[in-house]
């Protein structure tokens, strides 16, 4: 009998058995160490140092007004975006104005909304203030809701 001789012995399969699982750790290491690098990249900073006084989008705050014999309590939501909505959203007559205020980058524009109620007292009409967040720093935009807006 004539004895055949293999070159794929233990060592060989072994390998070929290895690789696939080294690959599939390497290929995974990069795309998780790609994912970490892409998001720990700092958000532009637009509004300048004022943005950093701009509240963050959703806070709500609570306050008390006293004195004239009554107690006021209000509360304040604080809202931020970009784009048109929050200018679609003012009254008919400010939207026109306050487009041509923002210009043509209202579009890319950064929006930070502030609304207020009374919960007490005899007036408690929302009111709306509204502030264009851009490289200049933060601007009254429109405010509406009371006796006057504009």
């Given amino acids: 009998m004539i004895a055949m001789t293999s070159t ?3 060592r060989t399969t072994r390998r070929r058995r290895l690789l696939p699982a080294v690959a599939l750790v390497a290929v995974t290491g990069i795309v998780t160490g790609s994912f970490a690098l892409a998001d720990g990249a700092p958000p532009p900073s637009v ?4 943005a950093a006084y701009v509240p963050a989008d959703g806070y709500v705050s609570w ?3 006293t ?3 009554t107690d006021i309590r209000r509360i304040t939501e604080h809202s931020r975006s970009t784009g048109v909505n929050q200018v679609l959203a003012l009254p008919p007559l400010q939207q026109s104005p306050t487009l041509d ?3 043509e980058g209202v579009a890319t ?3 930070w909304r502030e609304t207020t109620r009374a919960l007490d007292g005899d007036d408690t009409r929302q009111l709306i203030d509204l502030y264009s ?3 200049v720093g933060v ?3 429109a405010s509406y809701g009371g006796d006057y807006g504009w």
């Fill in 139 to 141: 601007s009254l935009v």
């Fill in 101 to 103: 205020a923002v210009g």
């Fill in 67 to 69: 004195g004239s014999g």
């Fill in 8 to 10: 794929t012995g233990p």
């Fill in 63 to 65: 306050s008390l007004h």
């Fill in 47 to 50: 509004g300048g140092a004022a």
């Fill in 109 to 111: 524009t950064h929006f």
């Fill in 133 to 135: 967040v851009t490289d």
